[in-house]
């Protein structure tokens, strides 16, 4: 096997390709990990998923949690003294990971992300309530979580209605040329 070809296959070639930013840049100064709302659900922080692709622990970092629980809200991204955007990296991640048909660590996470490009795709945006019922009844975990509900419908948090986008014909247009 070539040097090129090797290079070319490998995890941090990929996730490069997907988002056009090398995670060589990324310096691990930790600063993401220290802001993510969700770091203390994961194992493995975000900058170290990070770490594993710079130093070639692809396996590892394909099979860690970290990527389906990141809830892609850009905190980290914001935070970089480098611009690298680790919410972009966590997408690729999540996006080579079913490409290359990798057994998702939480399988739940994947019926999420699956239940939120369809919000997207009927709405043009996430509408919470449908997600979440969605998401249920995907994954059939109707009383998972039952007991938040009211609370975060008090605190505004879902919406009852979904807020379309005006522009629909946009958003069916990205998803014919991705489905
Ligand atoms: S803040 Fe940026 S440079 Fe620092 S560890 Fe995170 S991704 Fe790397
Ligand atoms: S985008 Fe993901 S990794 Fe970044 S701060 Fe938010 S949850 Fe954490």
Redesign the pocket.
């Known amino acids: 096997m070539s040097h090129t070809h090797s290079e070319v296959n490998t995890l941090s070639a990929k996730v490069e390709k997907l988002t056009s930013q090398t995670p060589q840049e ?8 220290a802001g993510c709302p969700i770091r203390n659900y994961m194992e493995d922080s975000p ?1 170290q998923i ?1 770490r594993y692709v710079q130093l070639g622990f692809d396996e590892k970092a394909l099979h860690s949690k970290t990527p389906w629980l990141c809830a892609g809200c850009l905190t ?1 991204s914001t ?4 611009n ?1 955007d ?1 919410a972009k990296f966590m997408d690729a991640m999540r996006q080579i990971a079913i490409n290359e048909k990798i057994k998702i660590p939480e399988s739940d996470t994947v019926e999420f992300h699956k239940a939120f490009l369809n919000q997207i795709k009927k709405h043009g945006k996430a509408f919470e309530f449908g997600l979440v019922r969605e998401y249920k009844l995907r994954t059939m975990n109707l009383m998972q979580d039952v007991d938040v509900a009211p609370e975060m419908f008090i605190k505004g948090k879902i919406a009852l209605m979904p807020h379309e986008v005006k522009d629909k014909k946009s958003i069916k247009v990205i998803f014919d040329k991705i489905d």
Not at 26 to 33: A, F, I, P, R
């Open positions: 990324c310096y691990q100064c930790g600063k993401c990990s900058n990070v980290c935070r970089c003294p480098q690298f680790l």
